[in-house]
Each structure stands twice: as C-alpha cells, then as structure tokens.
Nanobody, 123 residues
Framework: QVQLVESGGGLVQAGGSLRLSCAAS????????MGWFRQAPGKEREFVAA????????SYSDSVKGRFTISRDNAKNTVYLQMNSLKPEDTAVYYC????????????????WGQGTQVTVSS
C-alpha cells in the first residue's frame, strides 16, 4: 500500500501563493497518474489537477487553470501543486491521490488518498 502525506497548507490572503507537497511512501508513484482534489465545507469533493506518470500531460479544472501548476519529482516520490493568485473560493481541504496509468479527472479512478491539508484564503 502507498501512503500519501500532504503538506504546505495554511492561511493566506487573497492574491497570495502556496505550494502543496504530497510525499509518497511504501510504494512508488512513478508509474501512476497523480492528482489533486479539494473539498470545501458543505460541498462535494472536486477535481483540481492531474499529471501523467511521465509528466508529459497535465489536466486542470477550469476554476484553477492558469493559476495552479501541478508537477512531480518521481525520484523523490513527490507531487506538488503550486497555487498562485489564490481566491477565497479556493478555501478547502486539498487531497493528493494516486490514480492509474491513464490520465483522469474522475475521483473513482484514484485508489489511494492522503488525509488532506487545509488551505484557507482570506479576503
């Protein structure tokens, strides 16, 4: 089993930036799509971004496109989410997840999840 641990969340003012990290242990993530999802209070979990196993393809939700960047370092078994120009509506718990070989935006395609890190953006 792979264990995923997110870090880097916190409180930031609107317009600010944060960089989330997701460190994997137990199993490699290098052969799998990795994704970030988020869940705001009272809302369903939603897709944020995903990256293919060799980083040749990425996918973003419309709400974060142009502001967030997903990347990975397979040698470090780590995935990142750089978040710029943050907005109050980005406030949520952010989850890292390991998918399959295929790039996907569907949470059901991701079988391993971290416990999440809180991101709060104040106006």
């Amino acid at each position: 089993q792979v264990q995923l641990v997110e870090s880097g969340g916190g409180l930031v003012q609107a317009g600010g930036s944060l960089r989330l990290s997701c460190a994997a242990s137990g199993r490699t993530i290098s052969l799998y799509t990795m994704g970030w999802f988020r869940q705001a209070p009272g809302k369903e979990r939603e897709f944020v971004a995903a990256i293919s196993w060799r980083s040749e393809s990425t996918s973003y939700s419309d709400s974060v496109k142009g502001r967030f960047t997903i990347s990975r370092d397979n040698a470090k078994n780590t995935v990142y989410l750089q978040m710029n120009s943050l907005k109050p509506e980005d406030t949520a718990v952010y989850y890292c997840a390991r998918g399959s070989r295929a790039l996907s935006k569907v949470s059901a395609d991701f079988g391993s999840w971290g416990q999440g890190t809180q991101v709060t953006v104040s106006s």
